[in-house]
């Protein structure tokens, strides 16, 4: 990639900035909200038409039992070719109260902060920021004369509902994925500080609800719910779901129970840990946070509005073993919400009732080495010996672990590109997370590279959700954004 190349490109997505701007603007105007079902068919149809205008020789929607995704293939007559995962849906908008922007409003505002910002929810998680991506494709396109490589596309709008159908979709196009040498998904990937983290792993994952019923059973309330003063003669359903899931673990969740679970575990080898040590040393060197509190930034703990001042067995008190156990621990059955009866002020559920059902939302997250098919059936059988035959399992997302080699050539290209641009990229040896992309490193075994790239954003969970468009001098905006996305690309092919 050559220093002319990098001129032409800025001066490119310079130039085209203000049609960028306004391709943003029309995909957060357009609801993808998965949870709700609202407006998938039509974010699909709208990225099929950005491929299209980016040049795209295929796009088109593919059909699913859910929502429809999304193909598309540009052919640049490239040596290499990378697949690009992409992710449609946001998450709910939540209460519109707390919003000082319509959260489909994409409007472009000039702020004190961060000069001008686009808000909407998807600005930055990730819909804002996918587009981004494709932009960076097309003003390559355009700067250069061609991209330096092929790409293929397999986009969803449901993996906030933990993308039921997108395996669907890989299978018609497996033959395709073949011969793609990467998975490349670059995003605006900055945090406040002005640092780029990825992670060179994911977890498998199972998520899952279970459900019971009285018509299930065979016992307490069928059809509805009936009065609590029954409970003294009839069963409640409420508490056989307690029951069957605290079948499931033991310590208050830090034992697992799940007949064979632990077969499936390989505990980190040594060189396994050594790279976890060697990741905290340089870690140690790349934040103020003294050494002794690093496990603060494990991966997660600051995602939501609630704070952890100390870790399961006291693991704080040991930063490596808090990281080692964060990656490699097998003991991560949570359960994200039950839900029964009556649910308080405001839910429009009634009180003093004995409930007819009941239904609890967990996952389960697994290292490296764990199959989450064998898990699921070893969730059955668990269930069936455990006597709760009628406790049903409604999996809702399925994914395989990965793992990319830090050498590979798709990292040093993108850490060559960060370096360049003086930028720290932080790349973890695993996340915690189970994610869909992560099968193209195992079915396909390329390497995956989630989430990098400059540009910032943030409040993808709450009110007033943004993606910077001009920056600062620690958070790049949309320019650099797309900069890094394309230059990527060029030092990926040069390799």
């Known amino acids: 990639m050559s220093t002319q190349d990098s001129k032409q490109l800025r001066e490119q997505i310079e130039s085209d900035l203000d049609d960028h701007i306004d391709r943003i603007q029309r995909a957060i105007r357009q609801p993808s909200v998965s949870v709700d079902r609202n407006g998938l068919r039509g974010i699909a149809e709208l990225a099929r038409d950005y491929l299209e205008e980016i040049g795209c020789d295929e796009a088109e929607l593919v059909e699913t039992d859910g929502a429809p995704g999304v193909w598309g293939y540009y052919d640049a007559g490239a040596e290499k070719t990378i697949v690009n995962y992409g992710m449609l849906d946001t998450r709910p908008v939540g209460d519109e109260d707390e919003w000082?922007?319509?959260?489909?409003?994409?409007?472009?505002?000039?702020?004190?902060?961060?000069?001008?910002?686009?808000?909407?929810?998807?600005?930055?998680?990730?819909?804002?920021?996918?587009?981004?991506?494709?932009?960076?494709?097309?003003?390559?396109?355009?700067?250069?004369?061609?991209?330096?490589?092929?790409?293929?596309?397999?986009?969803?709008?449901?993996?906030?509902?933990?993308?039921?159908?997108?395996?669907?979709?890989?299978?018609?196009?497996?033959?395709?994925?073949?011969?793609?040498?990467?998975?490349?998904?670059?995003?605006?990937?900055?945090?406040e500080d002005g640092?780029?983290?990825?992670?060179?792993?994911?977890?498998?994952?199972?998520?899952?609800?279970?459900?019971?019923?009285?018509?299930?059973?065979g016992r307490g309330p069928v059809g509805g719910d009936i009065h609590a003063m029954s409970n003294a003669t009839v069963d409640s359903p409420a508490w056989r779901l307690v029951d069957a899931l605290s079948s499931l673990t033991a310590e208050n969740g830090t034992q697992i129970e799940i007949d064979g679970f632990y077969d499936q575990y390989e505990p980190p080898t040594e060189d396994e840990r050594a790279e976890v040590r060697a990741f905290v040393d340089r870690f140690d060197t790349q934040t103020e946070t003294p050494r002794d509190e690093l496990w603060q930034h494990l991966p997660g703990l600051s995602l939501g509005g609630g704070e952890v001042t100390r870790l399961k067995a006291d693991l704080q008190d040991n930063v490596v073993e808090a990281f080692v156990q964060h990656f490699y621990g097998?003991?991560?059955?949570?359960?994200?919400?039950?839900?029964?009866?009556?649910?308080?002020?405001?839910?429009?559920?009634?009180?003093?009732?004995?409930?007819?059902?009941?239904?609890?939302?967990?996952?389960?997250?697994?290292?490296?080495?764990?199959?989450?098919?064998?898990?699921?059936?070893?969730?059955?059988?668990?269930?069936?010996?455990?006597?709760?035959?009628?406790?049903?399992?409604?999996?809702?997302?399925?994914?395989?672990?990965?793992?990319?080699d830090p050498d590979s050539d798709l990292v040093v290209a993108a850490r060559e590109v960060f370096e360049d641009h003086g930028t720290n990229l932080t790349l973890w040896p695993f996340s915690a997370a189970g994610i869909p992309w992560a099968v193209f490193g195992t079915r396909f075994d390329i390497p995956v590279l989630y989430g990098i790239g400059l540009g910032y954003g943030t409040n993808s969970d709450g009110a007033d959700e943004f993606i910077v468009v001009d920056g600062t001098d620690t958070v790049g905006g949309l320019v650099d954004c797309e900069l890094s996305h394309a230059e990527i690309l060029l030092a990926y092919a040069d390799r």
Not at 195 to 208: D, E, I, P, R
């Open 100 to 191: 000082t922007h319509d959260p489909f409003g994409g409007e472009l505002v000039e702020t004190e902060a961060y000069g001008r910002v686009i808000y909407g929810r998807g600005a930055i998680k990730v819909k804002g920021a996918f587009v981004a991506w494709l932009n960076a494709l097309e003003a390559t396109k355009h700067a250069l004369g061609e991209l330096p490589v092929n790409v293929m596309f397999l986009l969803e709008a449901e993996e906030i509902n933990g993308s039921p159908h997108y395996y669907e979709m890989l299978d018609r196009y497996a033959d395709r994925i073949r011969d793609a040498d990467a998975c490349l998904c670059p995003l605006a990937g900055q945090s």
């Open 195 to 217: 640092n780029v983290t990825g992670s060179l792993g994911y977890k498998s994952a199972l998520y899952f609800t279970l459900q019971v019923s009285g018509d299930r059973w």
């Open 330 to 404: 097998p003991e991560s059955c949570n359960i994200q919400g039950i839900n029964t009866g009556f649910l308080g002020s405001g839910t429009g559920t009634k009180p003093f009732i004995l409930p007819g059902e009941g239904h609890a939302t967990l996952d389960l997250r697994m290292p490296r080495g764990f199959d989450p098919d064998i898990a699921h059936r070893q969730l059955r059988d668990h269930l069936d010996n455990q006597g709760f035959e009628d406790v049903d399992i409604d999996v809702f997302g399925k994914h395989t672990w990965c793992k990319t």
